[in-house]
């Protein structure tokens, strides 16, 4: 996938495990998919990708910076470009996530792309980052 700023993330497709929790990649360079395919009339592909590991920054890290009406470019394993605008951006607190997880992540409404990563105030542990930036984007 293609970033708005030029960031590319390679996905890789992840269920949601029984604790409801979002899977993370294991590379800096992978975002995990889970959700609805790209050709889905219905539903949220989800991609989620590290703002930063290691000492490293990772393609996510854009998202902080990311602009409404700012394209995403997904390339499918056909060769198919499919192409996704910004619509909606949120920074919620990792106890928010949660409780909107229904509306942001569900399987019903419109096709969208959801892009989420972590950011704000780092904390350490096993919380990481205080808060999650959540781009929301729809087919164009």
């Known amino acids: 996938m293609r970033l708005p700023r030029g960031g590319t993330a390679e996905l890789v497709r992840e269920e949601v495990g029984p604790d409801s929790v979002l899977p993370v990649p294991e590379d800096l360079d992978e975002a995990t998919w889970w959700g609805a395919g790209l050709d889905a009339p219905s539903g949220a592909s989800v991609?989620?990708?590290h703002v930063d590991w290691q000492g490293r920054t990772g393609p996510f890290a854009e998202l902080w910076d990311a602009r409404i009406g700012e394209r995403v470019?997904?390339?499918?394993?056909?060769g198919t470009e499919w192409t996704y605008e910004i619509t909606r951006i949120f920074t919620l607190h990792k106890d928010e996530l949660p409780d909107r997880a229904h509306e942001l992540f569900g399987q019903s409404g419109r096709h969208r792309l959801v892009l989420v990563t972590c950011g704000g105030r780092w904390l350490g542990g096993t919380t990481g980052y205080a808060e999650n930036r959540v781009v929301l984007a729809e087919p164009r």
């Not at 470019?73 to 056909?78: E, M, P, Q, T």
């Open 47 to 49: 991609f989620a990708g």
């Open 73 to 78: 470019r997904v390339l499918d394993d056909g």
